[in-house]
């Protein structure tokens, strides 16, 4: 009996000691970690000022008074600043015909600057090789060569053979949140793992070069960027170093819907010409989107007296005809938006009821970066840091919208406070300007004159004769 | 491996008669002694960790069913077509045509592959509207055969992953299934894109790891390979190869972890081994996409395509040995690796005999010199490889979704039964060799149901070595 009774007790002991083993094992490793990210910022000979986009517009020969005239005004209206970047080849005057080479060597300036620089940085802290890499993520929307740009980045680096690697392609502007939400998957299957994600996209293939309006917007938005972001599930790694916490991941695609699915995509215009068509009814795929996320992400993210107060003012409003709109900003500190456009930053910031201060981060990216596709998000997470926002415990929620349609969200937590300058070291106390107005506003107002297409028209033979211009405002 | 038994319910039949003793030993026994008290709990506290234990293990994933695209016949290239429709193209010149001539004599091809419309025009049509289409026409025909098959509704799919190597428009071909099918608004979508021909692999292994993460789910993997939009028009050889040996094919195949599949399914995934040798400079140039001198694009297969695979293939075995070779190859294998190392490198290295570990073998149709060489690395049978190579012959190589169909060939054949072990094997540009391993559950029976129904009879065919043609 007595020997039963030790039997047991060590039994008992060792039961307790694997259930407990196994649940803070469990609860150890499900956290995703940000240790670090970098965002690219291309040489200065790469700037995309609107005098050049003035030039690079003027060079195309299919467009007429119209279409300069809205392409001008969307160039001034768009909310982009004189220091956003762009391809080589069509700053080189090559943007008409862009060769496979051109292609690969923009994803080389852009993917393998990214990988120097971030293991660059942490080496700094802590020793990390690439052959500590374990899970390797790229997305790049528009260009997909064979081999894969996930496999260039391997063949330059030396990752090690059993690195489980994925390229995702064709995802859109939200491809980013899509790629944190597979390696959180991955790590949730895994112990210790390390991933690297490589998030950028394809500008000198998919130039437009017609006069179809929809399609000419992109080339006023897309701009070059792309970011590097080191995510771990090591608990020792990510406790130590890490900066960042994911808490939740919201994904919604609104592709049932046929006029979401085709509101924003690659086609090909009447002449056959390659560009990227985005319709009118991209804002509303967008809301409808951006709704079905949000009721999905607010219970889970809201203080429970949030919700109870949204639910009583809804049931209240009902009654009077009216939308109650939930405050996001009880449960959220900092808004990490997609900078899709000034439309787009807008529309989120009254539906959600967010001020200027809360906006500005996205702004300011989409004056000093463009849309930068995927990665932009990144760079509105370095804006905060770089003002020394980010303080430990505060949440961030980053939101983006790509073409499918999708709408991704994910909550983070700072683990840390926060105040390494990035991308922006350089421009950072410039920041917010005085003023976001176009300061070529006043020189294109000619665009609105009279004799305008005259103008237009002589500069056309001009070009024809072979004459030597600077732009349509040499004319003036 | 793991046990033949479904964890699940071994945890279900544990906690609950757990719970029932512990009631009725309360109400009927007289209150214990602490001495059986801790009898009692170690008991119950042993048994919950046992069951904790089960449940954390890795949730088997099934394969419910697939699918493979049933090509049509006014889509059939048969060797005298091709060589006419290449000769009338004027960017062809003679000698082109004749290395065209040539690589189909060889290339292990029949008379009924298929290439896609566009292709058939002169000259063929590239274009970005042209590849959708055709990627609607092969998807949507693969995916509604297996909804057919297996009862399914967009509205049930909890994921979707789709690779296809060489076309990626924006909106993404997932994006474009979930408008097809209507899929619901949480629906996870991934597509994958540029790995080549292993890519099929690649996107079982991405959904086994979400279906690790997410109970009672299932997925749908499509792998395909969109040729119109990248047919080369130049006089590069290394180029014109892909040309020859490239056809229309998709698969769609269904996985699932829930539990009531189990009934249902045919196979059930035992392991997914991933190798990637990128960072050999050989191995990433041997498969290139590039422009020719006049800027023509295409993809360029190098002289070294049978080493590189060669010396992939032998990681790939490396690391999948331990998992599924019987104890005495695993121990013959490790021997001879001691001795190269040990003793000198110039000792024989052994090759694993894998046919005790695999019944049936789905070696990817790359071409006739790639099933040439895999049979030798191996040590196969002719038998073993009868599947890739009919699959080569009837329907070309379809890149990532020939698995699928050298599976569905020996289905057809009526020599699956349950408990047969299947292994593919994926090669493609990176270069990567990726390895799946099943296990039938279900002996396949009843009326054929694939692509292999109306020529399976006529199978196996003896290929010859070189087809004569003028």
Known sequence: ?476 | MSPAFNHYKLAGIILPSIAATAIVAFFLLPFPTPKQTLIILSTIVSACAAAAFLLSRPQPVYLIDYACLRPLRTCRVPFATFMEHARLCDFFDEKSVQFQMRILERSGLGEETCLPPPNHYLPPLRSLEGGRAEAELVVFSAVDELFAKTGMEGKDVDAVVVNCSLFAPTPSMADMVVNKYKMRGDVRAYNLSGMGCSAGIIALDLARQLLQVHSKSNALIISTEILSPNYYAGKTRPMLLPNCLFRMGASASLLSNHPASRRLSKYRLLHVIRTHRGSDDRSFHCVNQQEDSFGQVGISLSKDLMAVAADSLRSNITAIGPLVLPATEQLRFLLALIARRALSSSWPPYIPDFRKAFDHFCIHAGGRAVIDELQRSLRLKPGDVEASRMTLHRFGNTSSSSLWYELAYVEAKRRMRKGDRVWMIGFGSGFKCNSAVWRCVRTVDGPPNGPWDDCVDRYPVEVPEVVTFS
């Open chain 1, 1 to 476: 009996m007595e020997f039963l009774a030790l039997f047991s007790t060590i039994i008992f002991l060792h039961a307790v000691l694997v259930l407990l083993y196994n649940l803070i094992d469990k609860w150890r490793h499900r956290n995703c970690y940000l240790l670090d990210y970098v965002c690219l910022k291309p040489s200065d000979e790469r700037k995309l000022p609107t005098n050049l986009c003035g030039e690079i517009v003027s060079r195309n020969s299919c467009l007429g008074l119209n279409e300069y005239k809205f392409l001008l005004k969307v160039i001034i209206s768009s909310g982009l600043g004189e220091s956003t970047y762009g391809p080589r080849n069509i700053i080189e005057g090559r943007e008409a015909s862009p060769t496979l080479s051109d292609s690969i060597s923009e994803m080389d300036e852009y993917l393998f600057p990214l990988v120097d620089s971030i293991f660059l940085r942490v080496n700094q802290s802590f020793h990390l090789s690439p052959s500590s890499i374990d899970i390797l993520v790229v997305n790049v929307s528009m260009f997909s060569p064979a081999p894969s740009l996930a496999a260039r980045v391997i063949n330059r680096y030396g990752f090690r053979e059993d690195i489980l690697v994925y390229n995702l392609s064709g995802m859109g502007c939200s491809a980013s949140l899509i790629s944190v939400d597979l390696i959180r998957n991955i790590f949730k299957s895994h112990k210790k793992k390390i991933a690297l994600l490589l998030s950028s996209e394809s500008i000198s293939p998919n130039w437009y070069n017609g006069n179809k309006r929809s399609m000419m917007l992109g080339n006023c938005l897309f701009r070059s960027g792309g970011c590097a972001a080191l995510l771990t599930n090591d608990p020792f790694l990510g406790g130590r170093h890490g900066k960042l916490q994911l808490r939740r991941l919201v994904r919604t695609h609104l592709g049932r819907s046929n006029e979401a699915h085709t509101c924003a995509c690659q086609k090909e215009d009447d002449e056959g010409r390659h560009g990227f068509h985005l319709s009118r009814e991209l804002p509303a795929a967008a809301a409808q989107a951006f709704f079905e996320n949000l009721r999905v992400l607010a219970p889970k993210i809201l203080p429970l007296t949030e919700i109870a107060r949204y639910l009583l003012a809804s049931v209240w409003k009902k009654k009077t005809t009216s939308m109650s709109t939930v405050n996001m900003k009880s449960g959220v500190e900092h808004f990490c938006l997609h900078t899709g456009g000034k439309a787009v930053i807008e529309g989120i910031g009254r539906s959600l009821g967010l001020d200027e201060k809360a906006l500005e981060p996205a702004r300011m990216t989409l004056h000093r970066f463009g849309n930068t596709s995927a990665s932009s998000v990144w760079y509105v997470l370095s804006y905060m840091e770089a003002k020394k926002r980010l303080r430990k415990g505060q949440r961030i929620l980053m939101m983006t919208f790509g073409s499918g349609f999708k709408c991704n969200s994910c909550l983070w937590v700072v683990m840390r406070d926060l105040d390494d300058c990035g991308v922006w070291e350089d421009c950072i106390k410039g920041y917010p300007p005085k003023t976001l107005v176009n300061p070529f506003f006043d020189k294109y107002g000619w665009i609105n004159d009279p004799n305008a297409e005259v103008l237009v028209q002589k500069f056309k033979d001009g070009m024809a004769r072979g004459e030597k211009r600077e732009s349509l405002t040499d004319l003036i």
